[in-house]
């Protein structure tokens, strides 16, 4: 999937409104559009609805190594 059709699919799935300028910076810098999906799954988090880590990983692993919070949110791919 590339940048746009991935910008498509966060605007469907997380209900976004995306100016035009804006859109043309997310697809022109990858630091734009990682701070947007940083910001999701941030805004996720919170909300209750990300990934939690398995319990069976220890909670001394989870301090030296961390954990990636991944929205469960699913992305519908174009077809």
């Not at 999701?40 to 909670?59: H, I």
């Amino acid at each position: 999937m590339d940048v746009d059709s991935t910008l498509r699919s966060l605007k469907v799935a997380f209900e976004l409104d995306v100016r035009e300028d804006d859109r043309r910076q997310l697809l022109e810098s990858k630091h734009c559009f990682d701070a947007l999906v940083a910001a999701l799954t941030v805004l996720e988090y919170a909300a209750g609805k990300t990934f939690d880590p398995p319990q069976c990983l220890p909670d001394r692993i989870l301090k030296i190594e961390g954990w990636i919070r991944a929205p469960t949110t699913r992305l519908q791919s174009e077809s």
